[in-house]
């Protein structure tokens, strides 16, 4: 079975001030990486995704992943934030063998960008 | 665009009340999902189905039962609210493709409040 850790559950930053909300996960296979956004009283939307080749992904909105198999993590990060990524961000990991489409969430990470 | 609609929107509901939610998907996909997400605690999957008729328990499956008569319908029961049933809940659906092109959408979300 694998699991999720979002390692901070709030973070505060400065509106232009670079973010990393940190993600591993524990997993005795392969698995697929996801991120997804929660804008304030909305349903989530998908903001990148790691399925195989290049460790760095880019999503919407200026943000990225990296995936790092040694350390089995998967964190986010965005160099200049603004106002309108105050949002919750939940990082979801997937079985990647044949027939597998359960994901397995993360408590979520809250994001708060201070003007 | 529709992709995933929830309805209601929000409920209040006394103890012991029932009700159904109604996820509805126009992208003729074969796996629906129900979770509900609280304070802190992530997403936790409900009960899922993998096409028309079929339906499995999820992690937190215990007060709700669920029915998938249409292939794009997927409905959500509450036999006798409790007060533990108070969340947000969400619907997913993703297509049969197995490994990478298998992505859920998710819908905006049902706020429910049983007092």
């Known amino acids: 079975a694998q699991s999720v850790t979002q390692l901070d559950s709030q973070v505060p930053v400065f509106e232009e001030a670079p973010v990393e909300l940190r993600c591993n996960y524990s997993s005795s296979v392969s698995v697929y990486l996801f991120w997804y956004v929660q804008y304030p009283n909305q349903g989530l939307q998908l903001l990148l995704k790691?399925?195989?080749?290049?460790?760095l992904v880019k999503g919407i909105n200026g943000f990225e992943a990296e995936f790092n198999k040694s350390q089995t993590s998967f964190h986010l990060r965005k160099p200049s934030v603004h106002i309108s990524d105050t949002a919750e961000y939940f990082c979801?990991?997937?079985?990647?063998?044949?027939?597998?489409?359960?994901?397995?969430f993360g408590k979520g990470t809250k994001l708060s960008v201070i003007p | 665009n529709a992709g995933v609609t929830q309805t209601p929107k929000f409920r209040v509901l006394k103890t012991g009340q029932s009700m159904t939610l109604l996820c509805a998907q126009d992208?003729?996909?074969?796996?629906m999902y129900w979770y509900r997400q609280d304070p802190g605690m992530g997403l936790r999957l409900i009960h899922y189905s993998v096409g028309e008729g079929t339906t499995a328990k999820g992690e937190v499956p215990d007060g709700y039962n669920v029915s998938r008569l249409k292939k794009q319908n997927f409905l959500l029961g509450l036999e006798s609210a409790a007060p533990s049933q108070t969340s947000v809940y969400f619907c997913?659906?993703?297509?049969?493709?197995?490994?990478?092109?298998?992505?859920?959408?998710f819908g905006a979300g049902t706020r429910l409040s049983v007092l």
């Open positions: 979801a990991v997937r079985f990647s063998g044949a027939g597998s489409y359960q994901l397995t």
């Open positions: 790691y399925l195989s080749g290049s460790t």
């Open positions: 997913a659906s993703s297509s049969i493709a197995g490994g990478a092109k298998n992505i859920q959408y």
């Open positions: 992208m003729n996909h074969e796996y």
